[in-house]
């Protein structure tokens, strides 16, 4: 392949995943590590991505991939990552469920579960889970945002923040090298923040492209969940951090 319709590519692959890592596009070019290496540091010089270590995410931090595009980037692995967490939820148990296509793929998975309480501030959760006669869905109130169906605002903090409930389900755009759990809104993240202190059980779902991805919001640290799920082992500076932390993680082959 050509150089320039390989970094046409990768362009492309950034933009549509946010993040994706040197071993992923050795793979998928068959190219050496040194070839990938040079490929992302003279686009990024060219500021059409961001060089990470380990890989690349986009050059804006702002932004997030379209939704329509998250709802099938990574779904096998959404939804094995899903099952996995699910697990650990019993029948009869109170939780949150967040804004975020990996939360979306925990409630499908849950629908072999029985007698479930749930309060979500997503629509497309509250109208899959609303099927099961024996679950009690509450929706938050608050300002729906047509492009993904999430509902956020100030009446949905104070409606969350009303609730102390046994696992909280969160969604989330990356996780910074240092541990640093990262979004791209500001009022998503005070809702997030809430069902982190209102939760007994904070469980995160993440696949391996969100991994030192940037965006510009700090919603907290990594030492702040009980549970992680993922579908590759994580770099090890957060391998580390979950280890120190006692945190409890499973990588879902």
């Known amino acids: 392949m050509k150089q320039s319709k390989r970094h046409q590519e990768i362009i492309d692959l950034v933009i549509s995943q946010g993040y994706v890592s040197t071993d992923d596009l050795v793979a998928r070019f068959n190219v050496s590590p ?111 945002r047509n492009r993904d169906g999430g509902i956020v605002g100030e009446a949905t903090l104070d409606f969350v923040s009303q609730f102390r409930l046994d696992f909280g389900i969160l969604g989330i755009s990356g996780i910074d090298l240092d541990g640093s759990l990262l979004d791209f809104d500001y009022h998503e993240v005070r809702v997030k923040q809430a069902i982190i202190e209102n939760s007994r059980c904070v469980m995160l779902g993440v696949d391996h492209t969100k991994f030192g991805r940037n965006a510009m919001v700090n919603l907290g640290d990594i030492s702040q969940i009980d549970m992680l799920f993922t579908d590759q082992l994580p770099p090890l500076s957060l391998v580390e951090r979950l280890q120190e932390n006692e945190t409890h993680f499973e990588v879902v082959a």
């Open 34 to 144: 040194q070839t990938i290496r040079r490929d992302l540091n003279e686009l990024a010089d060219e500021n059409k991505i961001r060089r990470h270590h380990g890989g690349a995410t986009v050059p804006s931090s702002s932004v997030n991939t379209a939704y329509t595009t998250r709802k099938v980037l990574q779904l096998e692995q959404k939804d094995r990552i899903a099952k996995a967490l699910v697990s650990h939820i019993p029948d009869g148990a109170t939780l949150f469920i967040d804004i975020g296509t990996t939360p979306e793929a925990v409630a499908r998975a849950l629908m072999n579960h029985n007698d479930l309480r749930i309060v979500t501030n997503n629509l497309n959760v509250a109208s899959l889970l609303m099927a099961k006669e024996d679950f009690r869905v509450i929706l938050a109130g608050g300002e729906v």
